[in-house]
């Protein structure tokens, strides 16, 4: 049974860091593509990173280029989205999302996942 179970969440002030983590079980996840997507309240859904570990492709958006990082562990199965700079218009609930099936570019991330975690809330605000 597939699982993803992110954390990490929380209240941060302007410019601060957070480091989301989604927790992976029932698949292999060096197989699977892993993307972050967000979405704030009133607003749709958006990704915000994507990685396919197994040929080393990543992708960001435009609005988080150079300020977050996507990482995996695939010995603890384990996804990392390191967010520095925090915003307030960074805040939204983030979700975690694998696909066996899911082509990863720099330059494209289809939000056509499988899989779901429940999300974390991240609430930039001072």
């Known amino acids: 049974q597939v699982q993803l179970v992110e954390s990490g969440g929380g209240l941060v002030q302007p410019g601060g860091s957070l480091r989301l983590s989604c927790a992976t079980s029932?698949?292999?996840?060096?197989?699977?593509?892993i993307g972050w997507f967000r979405q704030a309240p009133g607003k749709e859904r958006e990704g915000v990173s994507c990685?396919?570990?197994?040929?080393?492709?990543?992708y960001y958006a435009d609005s988080v280029k150079g300020r977050f990082t996507v990482s995996t562990d695939n010995a603890k199965n384990k996804v990392y989205l390191q967010m520095n700079s925090l915003k307030p218009e960074d805040t939204a609930v983030y979700y975690c999302?694998?696909?066996?099936?899911?082509?990863?570019?720099?330059?494209?991330?289809?939000?056509?996942?499988?899989?779901w975690g429940q999300g974390t809330q991240v609430t930039v605000s001072s």
């Open positions: 029932g698949f292999t996840l060096g197989n699977h593509a």
């Open positions: 999302a694998a696909d066996p099936r899911v082509v990863v570019t720099t330059t494209r991330c289809p939000s056509l996942f499988d899989y």
């Open positions: 990685i396919r570990s197994s040929i080393g492709a990543t």
